[in-house]
């Protein structure tokens, strides 16, 4: 029994490795939001608009990434996406222009959405049983936020260490890099014979031919409204997210926090607060809830008195440790809120034999505010300049929030009827 939870656990520790490190260079705006403003000479809407291309070219892939995570070694796809997006990166630090741009951040959504991000949600939810999706789920958040942090930090060491200038901007985009293709050769060969997505089920695993096609595993989808209602609970926590790097600006811009100080707290807010928010996601849905589904309803309602500590705090220099605990804080319940949004897909009771298609039809519908959101939210900024901008970004965020509460309790509902029909209670 020991040896099964080592590797299962080995497993599970290597999947985080990747899924800590393959987006750090489409998420330059996490830590070097300012800096790419400053060298790259980039308005709030361009940034934006490389954002929603690189979601938009993920959100049209996600299927085909489902299919590829049913169909192929994880081990495989998973190396391929994580060698491809480091390649692409040392591209991108010779800083190309920005149509060039707008291609380079297309490709790295083919690398991390459509080669790894699929494969490696079907080989979480495999490795976990039943009653423990919500802690697997919440632990993988956590760790990548552990990776995140270390690989984040390091790079804005560089950064600083290098005059905080364009030339330290350009290192820290080469290790980045570096670290990707590093951590893809090493997965490739110690995940050889443990393909996590390959795990099928006794029947499924006889032989090709019990595989569903691409085309059925569709169809079966199609006629499950549950997917529908968690795809589009995690639409509403993934928008509310997107808003999450908006706080960065909003201390720089309205508190004047320096740059380097706006990196520190990015790195904090954008990957810290994963080390927390989701284990301790995972734990509440799990063991004090008892409902990931349910869990995400409450969070939602939880986010609004917090942003109106953020919103209506004094505009005052002396005022900004009180805003960035309450930005931290708001940040800290939606990587809760993520680290267990996917989740409520076993409580629904989607078959494990067409889940890599189901998350990728889910994260079509899930992550497509990445599409759109930064576009929208970088626009109102360029706009609406100083905090008014930012306070119409915030008002949106709570309006979405309190539409997710909804959707999140009539998953809560659907589950509690999935439940009643397996146990034939």
């Known amino acids: 029994?020991?040896?099964?939870?080592?590797?299962?656990?080995?497993?599970?520790?290597?999947?985080?490795?990747?899924?800590?490190?393959?987006?750090?260079?489409?998420?330059?705006?996490?830590?070097?939001?300012?800096?790419?403003?400053?060298?790259?000479?980039?308005?709030?809407?361009?940034?934006?608009?490389?954002?929603?291309?690189?979601?938009?070219?993920?959100?049209?892939?996600?299927?085909?990434?489902?299919?590829?995570?049913?169909?192929?070694?994880?081990?495989?796809?998973?190396?391929?996406?994580?060698?491809?997006?480091?390649a692409i990166g040392f591209y991108m630090a010779?800083?190309?222009?920005?149509?060039?741009?707008?291609?380079?951040?297309?490709?790295?959504?083919?690398?991390?959405?459509?080669?790894?991000?699929?494969?490696?949600?079907?080989s979480v939810r495999q490795l976990g049983d039943g009653d423990e999706q919500g802690r697997m789920f919440g632990f993988l958040e956590g760790g990548r936020g552990v990776i995140d942090t270390i690989v984040a930090f390091s790079a804005l060491g560089i950064f600083i260490a290098m005059g905080s200038g364009l030339a330290g901007f350009r290192a820290a985009i080469i290790a980045y890099s570096s670290i990707n293709i590093v951590i893809g050769i090493l997965l490739f060969f110690l995940l050889r014979g443990n393909s996590a997505p390959d795990i099928q089920d006794a029947a499924a695993a006889e032989t090709k031919a019990h595989k569903p096609t691409v085309g059925d595993s569709l169809k079966l989808i199609a006629r499950m409204p549950q997917l529908w209602l968690v795809s589009f609970t995690v639409f509403m926590v993934y928008i509310v997210y997107v808003g999450l790097t908006y706080f960065i600006p909003y201390l720089s811009t309205v508190y004047g926090l320096p740059v380097a100080l706006v990196g520190i707290f990015g790195i904090i807010n954008q990957y810290g607060l994963k080390i927390i928010g989701g284990p301790l996601?995972?734990?509440?849905?799990?063991?004090?809830?008892?409902?990931?589904?349910?869990?995400?309803?409450?969070?939602?309602?939880?986010l609004l008195p917090v942003m109106a500590l953020i919103v209506f705090l004094p505009q005052d220099e002396k005022f900004t440790v009180p805003v960035m605990v309450a930005c931290l804080v708001f940040s800290l319940i939606v990587f809760s809120m993520r680290g267990v949004f996917w989740a409520p897909m076993d409580e629904v009771g989607i078959p494990d034999q067409i889940s890599g298609?189901?998350?990728?039809?889910?994260?079509?519908?899930?992550?497509?505010?990445?599409?759109?959101?930064?576009?929208?939210?970088?626009?109102?900024?360029?706009?609406?300049?100083?905090?008014?901008?930012?306070?119409l970004v915030f008002a949106i965020m709570c309006g979405l929030a309190v539409i997710g509460s909804v959707i999140a309790m009539l998953v809560a509902k659907t589950a509690k009827k999935a439940k009643k029909v397996t146990t034939g209670a």
Request: charge should be positive.
């Open 1 to 86: 029994m020991k040896t099964i939870n080592k590797a299962k656990w080995g497993k599970f520790v290597l999947l985080i490795m990747g899924g800590g490190t393959i987006y750090k260079l489409a998420n330059l705006k996490d830590v070097f939001y300012v800096p790419m403003q400053e060298h790259l000479g980039l308005s709030n809407t361009e940034i934006g608009l490389l954002l929603s291309i690189n979601s938009i070219v993920a959100t049209v892939l996600f299927v085909v990434g489902g299919y590829l995570a049913d169909r192929f070694q994880t081990r495989t796809v998973i190396s391929a996406g994580l060698i491809g997006a480091g």
């Open 357 to 391: 298609t189901a998350f990728g039809v889910a994260c079509l519908i899930g992550y497509a505010p990445g599409m759109f959101g930064f576009l929208i939210y970088g626009a109102i900024l360029d706009a609406y300049p100083g905090a008014t901008g930012f306070h």
């Open 281 to 302: 996601g995972g734990y509440l849905a799990d063991k004090k809830v008892k409902s990931s589904s349910k869990y995400l309803s409450y969070s939602f309602l939880a």
């Open 94 to 122: 010779s800083f190309p222009d920005f149509n060039m741009m707008m291609v380079v951040f297309a490709l790295l959504a083919v690398c991390s959405d459509c080669l790894f991000w699929p494969a490696l949600l079907k």
